[in-house]
Nanobody
Framework: QVQLVESGGGLVQAGGSLRLSCVAS????????MGWYRQAPGQQRELVAT???????NYADSVKGRFTISRDNAKNTVYLQMNNLKPEDTAVYYC?????????????????WGQGTQVTVSS
């Protein structure tokens, strides 16, 4: 199996910074895209940022210029550096990874999610 474990969330004042990390572990052959999503109370989960295995990135308009996604392929880890945080960034942040696993006789690809980490930005 595969597990994604996030860390780095917390409480910060508006204008502050946080860095989220997500480590993937288990029977991993390779990881394609990785990303961060968030869900605020009463709202749907939304994309924050994604990064391919080659390093191409994509951001939600609301975080462009403030957040930076990066990854360390050797460590199966994705990061989200969040600067100039705003109260509207408050949400549970989830890590996502498109993982290729080795199963007997073949390779198996599917999405995995972390358990989420709370980010709270006070005004």
């Amino acid at each position: 199996q595969v597990q994604l474990v996030e860390s780095g969330g917390g409480l910060v004042q508006a204008g502050g910074s946080l860095r989220l990390s997500c480590v993937a572990s288990g029977s991993i052959f390779s990881i394609n895209a990785m990303g961060w999503y968030r869900q605020a109370p009463g709202q749907q989960r939304e994309l924050v940022a994604t990064i391919t295995s080659g390093g191409s990135t994509n951001y939600a308009d609301s975080v462009k210029g403030r957040f930076t996604i990066s990854r360390d392929n050797a460590k199966n880890t994705v990061y989200l550096q969040m600067n100039n945080l705003k109260p509207e960034d408050t949400a549970v942040y989830y890590c996502n990874a498109d993982v290729v696993r080795v199963v007997p006789g073949t390779l198996y690809e599917r999405d995995y999610w972390g358990q989420g980490t709370q980010v709270t930005v006070s005004s």
